[in-house]
T-cell receptor, first 109, second 112 residues
Framework: GIQVEQSPPDLILQEGANSTLRCNFS?????LQWFHQNPWGQLINLFY???GTKQNGRLSATTVATERYSLLYISSSQTTDSGVYFC???????????FGTGTRLTIIP | EADIYQTPRYLVIGTGKKITLECSQT?????MYWYQQDPGMELHLIHY???????EKGDLSSESTVSRIRTEHFPLTLESARPSHTSQYLC???????????FGPGTRLTVL
């Protein structure tokens, strides 16, 4: 099956800093999603981005499908950005999302 | 954005008890999913359904069972809970023909 790898596994930043999270996947994908899991365990949809670039406020994401990676950018980090960020990929011809192991982001005031 | 509800949010129960975790969505999504997640780890698919009376096992073996009698409802049942079932259970749904999945708030289960 498809392999989904995220880096870095942990990231600690000062409030106001920018960050880039990476997601590599081993096969062509029909779907690529980014989620933020908050301290209460809820998964919040950030982006549905099988290819191209999207922006939502301080967050943006780019997926380069031909090179099998996606990047999540967070600018001007706030403490509320802390949590675990997951990417998940859905290969063509498959109905099951495969999740990466996540990046744990900690923003220090 | 989909509205997906899970109850209870937290459950602490003794070994051997039968439990049902509820999941409902109000967006008319055809596809529904159950994932299991241990603290700090990735999510693993344990069950999914493409519609009423359709259920399939996911990639991670689970002793739980599911049913899909109504489009909006996808409960998960454990006949006899054990400490190894302690985990977070997340329900998700998506539209047929659309691959974007939306998640409920999760149920955190602790079996003593």
């Amino acid at each position: 099956g498809i392999q989904v790898e995220q880096s870095p596994p942990d990231l600690i930043l000062q409030e106001g800093a920018n960050s880039t999270l990476r997601c590599n996947f081993s096969d062509s994908v029909n779907n690529l999603q980014w989620f933020h899991q908050n301290p209460w365990g809820q998964l919040i949809n950030l982006f549905y981005i099988p290819s191209g670039t999207k922006q939502n406020g301080r967050l943006s994401a780019t997926t380069v499908a031909t090179e099998r990676y996606s990047l999540l950018y967070i600018s001007s980090s706030q403490t509320t950005d802390s949590g675990v960020y997951f990417c998940a990929a859905l290969p063509f011809g498959n109905e099951k999302l495969t999740f990466g192991t996540g990046t744990r982001l900690t923003i220090i005031p | 954005e989909a509205d997906i509800y899970q109850t209870p949010r937290y459950l602490v129960i003794g070994t051997g008890k039968k439990i049902t975790l509820e999941c409902s969505q109000t967006m008319g999504h055809d596809k529904m999913y159950w994932y299991q997640q241990d603290p700090g780890m990735e999510l693993h698919l344990i069950h999914y359904s493409y519609g009423v009376n359709s259920t399939e096992k996911g990639d991670l073996s689970s002793e739980s069972t599911v049913s899909r009698i109504r489009t909006e409802h996808f409960p998960l049942t454990l006949e006899s809970a054990r400490p190894s079932h302690t985990s977070q259970y997340l329900c998700a749904s998506s539209l047929a023909g659309d691959n974007e999945q939306f998640f409920g708030p999760g149920t955190r289960l602790t079996v003593l």
